[in-house]
Nanobody, 123 residues
Framework: QVQVVESGGGLVQPGGSLRLSCIAS????????MGWYRQAPGKQRELVAT???????NYADSVKGRFTISRDNTKNTVYLQMNSLKPEDTAVYYC?????????????????WGQGTQVTISS
């Protein structure tokens, strides 16, 4: 079993900052990549940022220069530092992990999602 758990959401005023954390635990050989996605009311889930085990990163254009994704491979943890927050950043933020697991018939790359954490930007 694998669990992915986010934390760190909350209510912040425009221009403020938040740091999200996500930890993956369980039967994990290695984590290939981790990422953050978000879903605002009435909208589709969208990519925010991803990071590979080699620390290569990718960001949505809407958050470049404001958000920073990082990870601690020793702790199976990924972080999202969010600065200069805007009302349009309001959404449920989900952590995603692409995990390598050992199965009876060999190695398997599997995707897991957390339950999400609410981020609200409002004055």
């Amino acid at each position: 079993q694998v669990q992915v758990v986010e934390s760190g959401g909350g209510l912040v005023q425009p221009g403020g900052s938040l740091r999200l954390s996500c930890i993956a635990s369980g039967s994990i050989l290695s984590i290939i990549a981790m990422g953050w996605y978000r879903q605002a009311p009435g909208k589709q889930r969208e990519l925010v940022a991803t990071i590979t085990s080699g620390q290569s990163t990718n960001y949505a254009d809407s958050v470049k220069g404001r958000f920073t994704i990082s990870r601690d491979n020793t702790k199976n943890t990924v972080y999202l530092q969010m600065n200069s927050l805007k009302p349009e950043d309001t959404a449920v933020y989900y952590c995603q992990a692409e995990i390598l697991r050992s199965r009876r018939d060999g190695l398997s790359s599997e995707e897991y999602w957390g339950q999400g954490t609410q981020v609200t930007i409002s004055s």
